[in-house]
Every structure is written in C-alpha cells, then in structure tokens.
C-alpha cells in the first residue's frame, strides 16, 4: 500500500511538473482583432479579418510557441462605405488575383523561432501559408497579461499573389499596387 502511495505521488509531480511547464492558452477569436492595410501609388485601403482558431504556448510564463489559422473568406473592406466600391473591392481580394477563397478558405501561421528581447516581448520566425503555399516571415510580439500584440508586414507575390505588382508587370503607373501589405494584430486569451 505504501508504495501504491508513493507511485501516485510521484506520478502527480511528473504530470504535474508537465502542466506547469507547458501551458497552451487558447485565443479568444471574439476578441481578438487583425487589421491589414494594402498600399497603393495613389492611396491605400484597410480592413480587416477573422480567426478562426489559435493558441499560444507558454513555458514558465515565457512564450513558446504558437499556432494560428485565419479565416480568409472573412476579408472585409473598412474604408469605404457599402454601395461606394466596398463590394467591388471585397469580392477582387477574395477572387483569384489576390486570395482565391473559393479555393484556399483558410490561411496558417506557425511559430517556429523564438527569441526573448525581455521585457515580454519576443523576436518570431513562423511559416505563413497563404494560397497553399508557405514562406517564412518575422516579427515581434508583446505579451502583457492576457494580450499580444504585434504589426509586421507580409509579401503578397511570395504566396503567389501577382496583381498590379510592379515587380512583375510592366507600366502600371498609378495602378500600381505595393507588394507588402501591413498586419496588426491584437490577439486575447
């Protein structure tokens, strides 16, 4: 019996241990926002879109890992106004040139590198799959309390993404489109 007692206790510091030092914590897609703004010779457009799932790993309090999947038919236009080329404009990026959603629903980020800067905030390589194809990209994140934030910028031609880029078409002039665009994010667990 005294060792029946002793294996329990021990398996309830082993699993223990593992909990504690692991820990993932789900993201609270309600809550949490991603702004994108696009750029252009002549101005730019923002928006924004949904995930649909996500969650962060952490160590001791330390970020560790993360893995997230964003709902790509869920582009929205945010500075125009309904009946003024916010449709227009919502169906181009969910269309072929740009995202393909009828084909590629979801788009994925994955943690893979990451670095302590202190203070709680943490340099991130992750892969991003957009369109079905992957490329690394690289940011900070912040981590306060039950937040992260985080801005970085992505390059549209490296998922494929082609239309009114200046690097692979010729004399678009003012039609020109940049070929990054901006992310903020602001992510609640």
């Known amino acids: 019996m005294k060792n029946l007692k002793t294996i329990a206790i021990a398996l309830l510091v082993v699993f223990g241990t593992t909990t504690a030092m692991a820990q993932n914590k789900k993201i609270n897609v309600d809550k949490s926002k991603i702004n994108w703004v696009g750029k252009k010779v002549t101005g730019q457009h923002a928006g924004n879109i949904n995930l649909s799932e996500g969650t962060l790993v952490f160590e001791k309090k330390a970020l560790k890992g993360g893995t997230f999947t964003v709902d790509m038919t869920s582009i929205t236009v945010t500075d125009l106004e309904a009946g003024k080329g916010k449709e227009k404009l919502e169906g181009h990026l969910k269309a072929d ?6 084909k590629f629903k979801t788009a994925k980020l994955d943690f893979k590198l990451i670095s302590s800067n202190g203070d ?4 991130v390589t992750a892969d991003l799959t957009i369109k079905g194809i992957t490329a690394p ?3 900070k994140i912040a981590v306060k309390g039950n937040t992260a934030t985080t801005t970085f910028k992505v390059d549209r031609t490296k998922y494929g993404i082609k239309y009114g880029s200046g ?11 940049d070929d990054q665009f901006d992310l903020t994010v602001n992510l609640q667990f």
Request: proline fraction near 0%; charged fraction near 20%; aromatic fraction near 24%.
């Open 137 to 139: 990209v690289t940011f």
């Open 167 to 177: 690097s692979f078409f010729d004399n678009l002039g003012d039609k020109t489109i």
């Open 97 to 102: 040139d740009f995202f393909g959603t009828d």
């Open 120 to 123: 709680n905030t943490y340099n």
